[in-house]
């Protein structure tokens, strides 16, 4: 299905971003490789089709937005994927960044809070042939009965790290989680030392849609 969706102009479009993700600093040809290959614009609404490969955030519906292709990258070369890893992604979404992901060969496990949204995404990323293990519940809570996991992709905005998701990390584990309440957060990088220790660091300012608990979702 991707070859009818993905025209030629789709696909030098996509060249043109990578040109510009690497002009901001993203230096993972893995990662940069893999946005060249997913077509960004079959995430999104007709409305937004022709800036669907514009460094910018667009709304997908349900409150959520679709990250900037920069952020995509910054997180996901923050993560310094392996082949072997086994990765949990809070907050699916319409499901691009868990395209970006499984590009880069690593096996997803991915929650999302918003039925609808998760709906819609399971049913859309198997068609563009993408397969994944999709989760419909609390972020916070994470998947529990699948960790541990080596890396940790959380796509909105916590108050603090969940203890529910550091206790699922492996040792030597690395999540990229944005911290903070209010209109800006900044993007942490935590990895596990042991079952008592972390090693966190701070990257950096950025806007995500705010990461909510409730009994139904995150």
Do not use: W
């Not at 901001?24 to 893999?34: I, P, Q, R, S, Y």
């Not at 993560?79 to 880069?104: F, H, P, R, S, W």
């Not at 929650?111 to 989760?135: A, D, H, M, S, W």
Request: hydrophobic share 40%; net charge positive.
């Amino acid at each position: 299905m991707i070859d009818r969706l993905d025209t030629f102009l789709h696909k030098g479009k996509r060249k043109n971003l990578v040109e510009l993700l690497r002009k901001k600093g993203c230096t993972d040809e893995n990662v940069l490789a893999a946005i060249n290959k997913v077509p960004r614009h079959a995430f999104l609404d007709s409305a937004f089709l022709n800036f669907a490969y514009d460094d910018e955030a667009f709304p997908i519906g349900e409150g959520q937005t679709i990250s900037h292709p920069s952020t995509v990258a910054f997180q996901t070369e923050l993560l310094k994927l392996k082949k072997t890893d086994k990765v949990l992604e809070i907050g699916t979404g319409c499901g691009y960044q868990t395209a970006v992901l499984l590009e880069m060969g690593v096996k997803v496990y991915t929650i999302e809070r918003q039925q609808k949204l998760y709906e819609k995404t399971r049913v859309l990323l198997p068609k563009l042939g993408y397969t994944t293990r999709f989760f419909y519940g609390d972020g916070y809570e994470g998947l529990p009965n699948h960790a541990p996991f080596d890396k940790i992709i959380v796509t909105a905005a916590a108050p603090y790290p969940p203890d529910a998701l550091l206790k699922q990390m492996a040792l030597g584990a690395i999540m990229i989680i944005p911290i903070g309440k209010g209109s800006e957060q900044i993007m942490n990088v935590i990895i596990k030392k042991s079952d008592t220790q972390f090693e966190r660091s701070e990257l950096g300012k950025y806007k995500f849609v705010p990461m909510v608990k409730s009994k139904s979702g995150y």
